[in-house]
Every structure is written in C-alpha cells, then in structure tokens.
C-alpha cells in the first residue's frame, strides 16, 4: 500500500476527527444498549446483542478486513461500511420500538454487528498509512476515540435517551458523519496483486488455519 506521510497540521487534524467521531458513534449504541432493551421489555436479549459483537468481531473483519487490503480502497469501505451501520442501527431501532419479535431484533443487531465490527481496524489502516512515524504519533491520536467515546456517553444521557432508542437515532446520525467525513480522506490504493486469488482468499478466509 502506497504511504502517504503527514506534513501538515491539517492532516493530523483530519486523523484526530475520524477517529474522535468513530468512537463517540461506537459508545452512543453500545454503552446504552443494556437500557434500551431493558426498556423495552426485551432484556432477555442482553447477554445475546453482547454476544453478536462478539462473534461479528471474528467473522466480519475477515471479510471486509480483505476487501480492504486487497480489493478496494480502505477509504471506500470504511464509508460503505459507516453507511450500511447507519441504516441498520435504524432499521435496529425502528423494531425495537415497534416492538418486533425478538429474535428478529436480535438478528438484526446481528447484521448491525457484522457491519459495525471491523471498522475501528480499517480507519486504523487509513490512520497508519498517512503517518510519517506511527510509532509515536499513533498513540495521541488514538486517544482521541476515548476522548470521543466519552463524549458519545454523555450525548447519549443529554437526550435523556439511556433507555430510548433516541439513542439509537442519534448513533446513525453519528455513522453518517463518519461516512460524509471521508470524502475529505485522500485515497489509498490497493496493492496490484499479480497471483490468482481463490474465493477463499479474496474473503480472507486463508487466515483461518485447521
């Protein structure tokens, strides 16, 4: 992959607000979420929407992990995949609050999981590929999604929507910000493999050794 290095103050400005923003949307879905489905008498599902992170956390990024690596522009899936969090939060919410079988709520969240999931390593990718030494600038910046993850939770309680799936309105307008947010990122290309890829490596599933 092509590495662009950060020579202006802007660029590590661009940096900071990606991650800052990912990180306020990731808390304001994820940290109320025990409340929401308490709330709406679905609080057998707790254990099981925690449970759908975290098998999505080690199928999704296989997936589009490899995508990103070798078939599209990181910047482009990291936008595709925002968007497609956005929508499914809200399709997420709308059945939550119509009060939908539950475990088609629980498979939507799951969908919502598998979208969600690999993004904070793909904008990490993004982030590494503009840094000069990512070895000491990284850290900072990565502070950011903390700083951002804490202002995401205290947005969430100002709308008083700890318990509402207002959360959950107010999380999809973060993705979206986060999918207009980077068409202002240059485009990183990806590398020109010259070998024949299988379908099981173009889904990333060679990573899985039995």
């Known amino acids: 992959m092509r590495v662009l290095t950060t020579i202006r103050k802007a660029e590590y400005a661009e940096l900071v607000a990606l991650f800052f923003i990912q990180g306020a949307a990731a808390a304001m879905w994820l940290v109320p979420l025990t409340g929401v ?4 008498g679905l609080g057998i599902l707790r254990p099981y929407a925690y449970a759908a ?3 999505a956390a080690f199928i999704s990024p296989l997936i589009f992990g490899a995508m990103a690596d070798r078939h599209f522009s990181p910047v482009k899936v990291l936008r595709g995949l925002a968007l497609a969090t956005a929508i499914m939060i809200t399709v997420v919410s709308i059945a939550i609050q119509a009060g939908w079988n539950a475990w088609v709520v629980l498979a939507l969240i799951q969908v919502y999981s598998v979208c969600a999931s690999p993004l904070i390593s793909i904008s990490s990718t993004i982030i590494f590929a503009r840094l000069a030494n990512s070895q000491k600038e990284f850290g900072p910046i990565r502070g950011m999604y903390t700083l951002g993850w804490m202002v995401g939770c205290c947005t969430v309680s100002a709308l008083n929507a700890d318990q509402s799936t207002r959360a959950g ?14 068409f202002f990122l240059p485009p990183l290309q990806t590398p020109k493999t010259v070998e024949h890829l299988t379908l099981r490596q173009r889904l990333g599933w060679d990573a899985l050794v039995f």
């Open 169 to 182: 309105f107010a999380d999809a307008t973060a993705w979206l910000l986060v999918a207009g947010f980077t």
């Open 53 to 55: 992170t975290g098998a």
């Open 37 to 40: 489905l308490g709330g709406h």
